[in-house]
């Protein structure tokens, strides 16, 4: 089969014929249809020092994905060929207190899919069936393509109570762009995006944000008296990584609100711990997707009228794979898919 592979140290990924991979008697084959790049893969093409420290070649990358199953390890049930299917990304130990009290997202010996073990950018993965979402008949393939940064957005905006809440997303990447959708369709009164990006910000405008700020031309406490704002926001989703983002984030906070961080900084960040302090905050990390309510209610939220689909922006052919990164790397860009069948 053809695969995208990081073949040895150093940047670039290479379009090569590898074996199908094999199945355990717990694993499903599964013929992809369609990918989603994430910054994950930015990472490992461009080989900077995660990628370095994590990455062990060969490695075929990629873990947002959609395809059908075409073949079913011997112990495997509820599945039959010709499902389509979604593969969460985070393969867990089973083992572990939290995998055993059915808290997997938990789990601390996490093997993430394309990154610890050969992915999905391929005509075929394998998975462990614990791994594998069924979609519901009629899906978009394409919103079924990015389940994974989906539940990335849905686990982070469904974090604290948005119903009527004031939110800020700061980040207007695939993840904040979803986010911002999910939000509003989950009630929230405002919801403010922060993004120096334009084509982001116009984007987020149209997945359903109140108002869009540029962080360098205006301070965000800037647009409580528009929004008829009292104090702060309640929610905010650190989408970003960016710590002026975080910190301004803290600082236009509502007493008694809630930070949910899933922005990944490449460095320290220096916090207020005062404002966090007397102003009662809750700040939480978030990880992948909650295995598999996030999965549930990312796909009842679709059925009952949330629409991510302007959120993906580009569509290439698999062998179009550089093209298809320069688009994702270049950032005037949502989510950025290829097609595996072309
Ligand atoms: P992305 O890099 O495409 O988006 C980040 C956005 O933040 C960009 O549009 C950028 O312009 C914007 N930004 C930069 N500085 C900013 C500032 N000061 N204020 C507001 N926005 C600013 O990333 P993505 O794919 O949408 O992912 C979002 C974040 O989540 C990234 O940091 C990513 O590494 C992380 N992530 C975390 C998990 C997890 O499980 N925790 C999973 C996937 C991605
Ligand atoms: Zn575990």
């Known amino acids: 089969m053809l695969a995208l592979v990081k073949t040895g140290t150093g940047p670039g990924l290479e379009l090569k014929n590898v074996p199908v991979p094999a199945i355990g008697i717990n694993d499903v084959l599964i013929r992809v249809h369609k ?43 509820g599945f039959a060929p010709g499902d389509l299917v979604s593969g969460e990304g985070h393969v867990v130990c089973g083992r572990c207190r939290h995998c055993l009290a059915g808290r997997r997202h938990l789990c601390a010996h996490t093997i993430g899919l394309g990154v610890g073990r050969d992915g999905a950018f391929a005509e075929y993965v394998a998975m462990p069936m614990t791994n594998v979402w ?48 999910v939000a509003r369709h989950a009630g929230a009164r405002h919801v403010v995006v922060s993004e120096p990006n334009a084509y982001r910000r116009e984007l987020a405008s149209r997945m359903g944000a109140s108002l869009v700020v540029d962080p360098r031309e205006r301070a965000l406490s800037d ?17 970003s990584g960016n710590p002026t983002a975080l910190r301004n984030a803290i600082e236009a906070m509502a007493h ?10 490449t460095q320290e960040i220096a916090l207020d711990v005062n404002a966090i302090v007397f102003k009662m905050l809750t700040l939480r990390g978030i990880y992948g997707r909650e295995m598999y309510e996030t999965w549930y209610k990312m796909t009842v939220m679709l059925q009952s009228g949330l629409d991510i689909t302007p959120a993906i922006t580009h569509r290439f052919g698999f062998r179009q794979f550089e093209a298809a990164f320069a688009a994702a790397r270049a950032g005037d860009s949502g989510k950025v898919i290829m097609d595996w069948q072309s």
């Open 35 to 77: 990918t989603g790049i994430c910054g994950t893969d930015l990472h490992i093409e461009g080989w900077d020092q995660w990628a370095a420290r994590t990455i062990k070649p060969p490695l075929v990358v990629g873990h947002e994905f959609v395809g059908e199953i075409v073949e079913l390890g011997a112990n495997v049930a």
């Open 134 to 181: 069924h979609h519901w008949h009629g899906i978009d393939e394409e919103v079924a393509a990015i389940f994974d940064p989906f539940g990335n957005a849905v686990h982070t905006a469904l974090a604290f109570p948005v119903l009527g809440e004031d939110v800020l997303i700061s980040g207007a990447g695939p993840i904040g762009l979803m986010a911002t959708a």
């Open 223 to 239: 647009v409580f008296a528009e929004l008829d704002m009292v104090e702060g926001f309640d929610v905010a989703m650190e989408m």
């Open 256 to 265: 008694g609100g809630g930070v949910a961080i899933l922005g990944i900084p």
